[in-house]
């Protein structure tokens, strides 16, 4: 059998669908991927995946989905999988000949919790899940609550085995797209200046954006390396740590996919909209609100931010008890 998989952006949900390859594999799948060039990389040396095509997604036009297509109709797919179920996605989808089935991202459901709060009690979302049920409708056997993994490769630990200093160490990842699930730099230095203490490094990654905020924490050059390293090297030094400590973003999938245990700090979103670690992967780190969650990725008019005022004694606390319990402290 040979199957599309199409899912565009963002890096985390685009790494969760990793969590499927592995019992594609075992059902002799021939398996490709569709995904934006920036994302790409971290699948190119995958030996799961038979193909992996990238596209500009902020370029993908109207003709350019046209073109894509035309391009896709020679590939003879048995099934197509849209696992990302926006407007560029279905057209591409509707002008193709295969079987195609899209995920049900449950949007509804996540706009309805926002506005009567209780229901965050009442459903739990997890969004490989989400991804597996759509292959189940094509008869594919997936396993209950999949979870992600991303093989890194030989050269890549190579690269940057450079940067691993010689004690022991944890991440800290200070990024976030929207600023209601941002922790302060300041509290997160803080928590960085008590693993110091402790005897960890602290090393701290991200993107351009981040290079202050990780000076901040880091307290070097040497180990801050927010804009230093690609996707792929980012997930390769976070698979060396003992533990990583991020916001609701990408660096929580990355961390899972590479099996490193990850204490996740929310904020204006909420674990019941599908992205949090299993138990076995990691905590979330959150205080329950009235008002929360007050945003599905976390764009706020919110000026206060109380769901953020988190002590570093706290979020230090919760996650030694992590490495403690998983054995890597």
């Not at 991927?33 to 993908?60: C, G, Q, W, Y």
């Not at 989808?93 to 709060?117: G, M, Q």
């Not at 674990?271 to 780190?285: H, K, N, R, S, T």
Request: charged share 30%; net charge positive.
């Amino acid at each position: 059998m040979r199957i599309l998989i199409i899912r565009l952006s963002a890096i985390g949900d685009v790494i969760l669908t990793s969590s499927l390859f592995n019992d594609l594999n075992k059902e002799d799948t021939k398996v490709d991927l569709l995904t934006d060039k920036s994302i790409a990389t971290i699948f190119k040396e995958d030996p799961r995946l038979n193909k992996v095509m990238e596209v500009d997604k902020k370029k993908l036009s109207f003709r350019g989905i046209k073109e894509l297509a035309a391009t896709l109709k020679k590939e003879k797919y048995d099934f197509v999988f849209d696992l990302h179920a926006i407007p560029k996605t279905k057209l591409l989808t509707k002008l193709l000949p295969f079987k195609t089935i899209t995920y049900n991202k449950r949007s509804f459901l996540r706009r309805e919790i926002l506005i009567f709060k209780f229901l965050k009690r009442k459903y739990n979302l997890y969004v490989p899940e989400l991804y597996a049920e759509a292959l189940r409708k094509a008869g594919i056997k997936i396993q209950k609550n999949p979870t992600p993994y991303i093989p890194i490769p030989d050269n890549v630990e190579e690269t940057i085995s450079k940067y691993l200093p010689p004690m022991k160490f944890i991440v800290i990842a200070p990024g976030g797209k929207w600023e209601g699930k941002i922790y302060p730099p300041e509290k997160f230095k803080k928590v960085g200046d008590t693993f110091k203490k402790l005897g960890y490094a602290v090393i701290t990654v991200g993107g351009e954006e981040d290079i202050e905020a990780g000076q901040e924490i880091a307290g070097s050059d040497r180990f801050n390396l927010c804009g230093k390293l690609s996707l792929i090297e980012s997930m390769a030094v976070i698979k060396h740590a003992r533990a990583v400590i991020c916001n609701d973003s990408s660096v929580t999938h990355m961390a899972r996919a590479v099996k490193t245990k990850v204490a996740v700090i929310y904020g204006a979103t909420h674990p019941c909209f599908g992205f949090a670690p299993l138990p076995e992967e990691g905590i979330v780190i959150r205080k329950d609100l009235p008002c929360n969650p007050c945003s599905l990725h976390g764009k706020v008019r919110c000026f206060d931010r109380k769901c953020l005022d988190i002590s570093p004694k706290d979020v230090v606390k919760h996650t030694l008890e992590m490495m403690i319990k998983s054995g890597v402290d």
